[in-house]
């Protein structure tokens, strides 16, 4: 059965950066049938796409975060993290890992979401 | 860009009601990109909905998407006290790989 675990510091100071890790269990990151992905949610709002990542590396980010965003993968440990440089207090969310589709990408599955909240 | 726009905003129901919830997109998808989430408090979201009609495993067949082009609907057929959750539509832009959320659907108890 699929899992997926977020883990990576619940508290961030403002200009630094955001780093959080997402492992996976019960099936392979190395398949060419999925793209692995980032999603968050603000506190009482909706979900935004931060990025995704498929096992080659290639990486796709939303436009608005593209240049604050890094996604990586490690087939070794079947791991993907997420890197999001410069954050304020807009960047305070719950964030989503995800398995997405490849090449209709619906997510059948998530973390459990992971809080993280950008204070000094 | 494309963008996802949901309505209503909030949908007042009672168990056993129809609840038909609109998600309708500012220019044409193809119908194999269009997805339907279920997110209750403190959960992450759960897939309903693929290829705009496909139910997700284990989804009961009370839950059925519908529509094409720019106008996509998710019907509950009659609700159920579990039912009751925001729920989100979701696009694919396939070149270059990019996802849309709606900003959502809070189904609520009337």
């Known amino acids: 059965q699929l899992q997926l675990q977020e883990s990576g510091p619940g508290l961030v100071k403002p200009s630094e950066t955001l780093s959080l890790t997402c492992t996976v269990s019960?099936?392979?990151?190395?398949?060419?049938?999925?793209?692995w992905g980032w999603i968050r949610q603000p506190p009482g709002k909706g979900l935004e796409w931060i990025g995704s990542?498929?096992?080659?590396?290639?990486?796709y980010y939303n436009p608005s975060l593209k240049s604050r965003v890094t996604i990586s993968v490690d087939t070794s440990k079947n791991q993907f993290s997420l890197k999001l440089s410069s954050v304020t207090a807009a960047d305070t969310a719950v964030y989503y890992c995800?398995?997405?589709?490849?090449?209709?990408?619906?997510?059948?599955?998530w973390g459990q979401g992971t809080l993280v909240t950008v204070s000094s | 860009e494309i963008v996802l726009t949901q309505s209503p905003g909030t949908l007042s129901l009672s168990p056993g009601e129809r609840a038909t919830l609109s998600c309708r997109a500012s220019?044409?998808?193809?119908?194999?990109?269009l997805a339907w989430y279920q997110q209750k408090p403190g959960q992450a979201p759960r897939l309903l909905i693929y290829?705009?009609?496909s139910r997700a495993t284990g989804i009961p067949d009370r839950f059925s998407g519908s529509g094409s082009g720019t106008d996509f609907t998710l019907t509950i057929s009659r609700l159920e006290p579990e039912d009751f959750a925001v729920y989100y539509c979701?696009?694919?832009?396939?070149?270059?790989?990019?996802?849309?959320f709606g900003q959502g659907t809070k189904v609520e108890i009337k």
């Open positions: 995800a398995r997405q589709r490849y090449s209709s990408g619906w997510a059948s599955g």
């Open positions: 019960g099936g392979s990151i190395s398949s060419s049938s999925y793209y």
């Open positions: 220019q044409s998808v193809s119908s194999s990109y």
């Open positions: 979701q696009q694919y832009g396939s070149s270059p790989p990019t996802w849309t």
């Open positions: 990542i498929y096992y080659s590396g290639s990486t």
């Open positions: 290829g705009a009609s």
